[in-house]
């Protein structure tokens, strides 16, 4: 039995059943064993039984112990994977709907931004052109002075950044159209002529692009 001194300490680790969200939301999960009685079960099973099979066999109780130890650590390094697999899961499944969430908040965002006062005389106008624009008038009757540009300008300016969040996906995709699908395509069909010609002028022929594939 001497040899058995010789067999290095066992060194289980840790097996986190808790989520993740869980340890980092409360530090003093970390360290705290949480685990089914069924797979502890199914492990202890297995291993007393590959060890009664074992003594069986060999008829060598120092072999056996030593055979037991190994099969112990091989279990819990086992269950060890499965249970940090799961959790890493759990990780990558919160951080999506975290992630959700906040894009839905950005995305609602711009609507609280539009509903601003600041957006008023913006709102005002796009309300005149699509009014004016069922009617049959063309952006030039519409657009009758510069400072009317200036306000079409920024509402197109506001517009732009949210098609830009919407192509890179810092916004909910689907909230942003939720909101502001009607807008876009009124305010395109009114005054693409109007952006056109601002293009060749200004020497941008991408100005208003990202607004404009939305």
Not at 22 to 37: K, W, Y
Not at 137 to 148: Q, S, T
Not at 177 to 184: D, L, P, T
Request: aromatic fraction near 8%; hydrophobic fraction near 45%; proline fraction near 4%.
């Amino acid at each position: 039995m001497a040899s058995l001194w010789k067999i290095p300490a066992l060194r289980l680790l840790p097996i986190a059943s808790l989520p993740m969200s869980a340890v980092m939301n409360d530090p003093s999960h970390i360290g705290r064993l949480s685990l089914p009685v069924t797979h502890w079960l199914i492990a202890g099973l297995t291993i007393g039984v590959l060890t009664a099979a074992y003594w069986l066999v060999t008829g060598d109780a120092e072999k056996t112990i030593i055979f037991f130890a190994l099969a112990a650590t091989a279990g819990a390094t086992v269950l060890n994977a499965v249970y940090m697999a799961r959790s890493v899961r759990e990780v990558l499944r919160d951080r999506s709907s975290r992630e959700e969430v906040e894009k839905i908040r950005r995305a609602l965002s711009f609507g609280q931004r539009w509903n601003e006062p600041a957006m008023f005389r913006v709102r005002d106008k796009f309300n005149t052109i699509l009014r004016q624009h069922n009617e049959g008038r063309g952006p030039d009757a519409i657009l009758e002075a510069d400072a009317d540009e200036m306000i079409v300008a920024q509402g197109l300016n506001f517009l732009e950044e949210l098609a830009y969040a919407k192509e890179k996906g810092i916004v909910d995709g689907e909230t942003a159209r939720n909101q502001f699908e009607g807008i876009v395509i009124g305010v395109w069909q009114a005054l693409a002529p109007w952006i056109d010609r601002r293009r060749e002028l200004r020497r941008r022929p991408k100005i208003w692009c990202r607004f404009q594939a939305v």
